[in-house]
């Protein structure tokens, strides 16, 4: 009791610290998250009390250098806040991308980015954060003679038990994530990309790919390659389709997929960390390439993304994990089927695909299969809601890529769509799902090519090929090697049994 007594001032002050700082920062992260019910709600309470207790420990150690802290708290307190008011607001992703804007300045940005209750919301974070400093510095106790120290000790060590028991489970929620996206964007990439010689050429005219890189689609969930139920009705119905069902991959997540997809890099290299760029092979050909995402850019891939002559992310600051993502279709909106007269060309469109949470990746009109999920706490969802939900993004998968089609169908230039995704998705096998997990599941994605009439007539044997290598077994490397074989690349070496279009 008498400790209790000694140490009362101290409990009050981090009491007081603690509960200021969830409603001004961490908080932020949870207001988005569909709960569906008492079961989702009750896990949420408990993540959220996790989360606190071990931004408790962290605060607490922060603290004992008490004149770092006095000086440091108010401006790292307002910047957060800052982030959190945008969570708050539009559930923006706080990751490097953002940090790069804030610190380069995109002065558009900041501006948009000002209003009165920002203003506001700034205002009262770093005048509470003074008044928390008054308080801070009458306190006669706050060392690590303190009891209270080794709770912080053990909150820390929570942290780290809670991260190795679930990767992410704290630091992609506020105020971690905020470190983390500084980390990240100091990081320098792992990956070099190597220069091709000048000599590299094409002798091809009027050549049109449209490469769709998909995410989280597995290939088995597509009714064109005998899913039982209908998710590509439209897709159906074209001609000049080809589905390839046997794709491989053991990259099962979007940072270690990508770059291998969009380089020499093979599914089976670990230790060369230097790679042919698709995209500056192309360029050097005289192609002119292009890039539309609407997923934020990954540090390991952003180098290869650059080498594109034109980038356009379209969202930029909302990742797979906001509610408040843009959706696919307006990908469509920034692809000009007429921007290059006399060059070839290609394409990529990165969509943010059949990523959970599902239901955020598509609209009403989509929702198909019910019921859908209605929490993103799985443990309060059935595996027939988490199907339905999946199912429902093919569906919008199948409206977009038909929508494209027929506008690429406008055009009398020999025109390639290739779509292929990043990776498949693990769908309860082994009470599994998601991705980014051991699992063959998620190791079959969808992929599939649809070529314009012109593409047909003029190249009678390659179309011949493609459907004679449909059922054949390729990795993800067949997509660098078959997208340089098609443009007859010459100055630069290709494994043409890695190419989709040769003839085995
Ligand atoms: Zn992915």
Do not use: C
């Amino acid at each position: 009791m008498e400790k209790i007594k000694k140490y009362k001032q101290e409990i009050g002050f981090h009491a007081l610290l603690n509960v200021i700082v969830s409603f001004f920062i961490s908080l932020s992260s949870y207001v988005h998250i569909p709960y569906g019910g008492v079961k989702g709600a009750f896990v949420y309470i408990i993540h959220f009390v996790v989360l606190q207790f071990t931004l408790f420990g962290f605060l607490y150690v922060y603290s004992l250098s008490k004149t770092f802290f006095r000086l440091t708290f108010p401006i790292l307190f307002t910047i957060l806040s800052a982030l959190a008011f945008w969570v708050y607001t539009q559930d923006i992703t706080v990751e490097s991308s953002i940090i790069q804007a804030i610190l380069e300045t995109k002065f558009d940005i900041a501006v948009d980015t000002l209003s009165v209750p920002f203003g506001f919301y700034l205002i009262s974070a770093f005048i509470v954060s003074l008044f928390l400093m008054k308080k801070f510095q009458k306190l006669k106790q706050n060392n690590i003679k303190s009891p209270l120290f080794i709770i912080a000790i053990i909150a820390i060590l929570s942290y780290f038990i809670a991260e190795n028991y679930r990767f992410g489970v704290l630091k992609r929620r506020l105020p971690y994530n905020s470190f983390v996206a500084v980390k990240k964007y100091l990081e320098k990439p792992k990956m070099q990309l190597i220069t091709p010689k000048n000599n590299v050429s094409s002798d091809k005219k009027n050549l049109d790919i449209i490469f769709v890189l998909g995410e989280s689609v597995r290939a088995d969930h597509i009714s064109i390659n005998g899913y039982h139920r209908e998710t590509t009705p439209l897709l159906s119905e074209q001609n000049n389709i080809v589905s390839f069902k046997n794709i491989f991959t053991p990259l099962t997540y979007t940072a270690i997929s990508v770059p291998q997809i969009l380089t020499n890099k093979s599914i089976t290299d670990n230790s060369i960390t230097s790679f042919y760029g698709l995209y500056s092979i192309l360029n050097k050909a005289d192609f002119h390439t292009e890039w539309i995402g609407n997923q934020s850019i990954e540090k390991s891939y952003e180098a290869i993304i650059n080498t594109n002559k034109k980038v356009t992310i379209i969202d930029p600051f909302h990742s797979v994990l906001s509610f408040k993502k843009k959706k696919d279709l307006a990908l469509l909106d920034q692809f000009n089927l007429n921007i290059t007269d006399n060059k070839n060309r290609i394409s990529t469109i990165h969509m943010i695909g059949s990523h959970w949470y599902y239901n955020n990746k598509y609209t009403k009109e989509f929702e198909k299969f019910t019921p859908v999920t209605n929490s993103k706490y799985v443990g309060a969802l059935s595996e027939e809601q988490l199907i339905n939900s999946y199912d429902n993004t093919i569906l919008y998968l199948d409206y977009f890529i038909n929508s494209l089609i027929e506008k690429l169908k406008t055009s009398s230039k020999e025109t390639l769509l290739i779509y292929l995704s990043d990776h498949g998705e693990i769908l309860g096998e082994n009470g599994q799902w998601f991705h980014a997990q051991n699992n063959t599941a998620s190791e079959n994605p969808a992929m599939l090519v649809w070529y314009s009439e012109s593409f047909k007539i003029n190249n009678p044997e390659i179309v011949k090929n493609l459907l004679n290598n449909q059922y054949k077994k390729f990795s993800t490397d067949f997509l660098f090697h078959s997208i340089l074989d098609i443009s007859n690349i010459k100055g630069f070496e290709i494994n043409k049994r890695q190419s989709i279009f040769s003839k085995f």
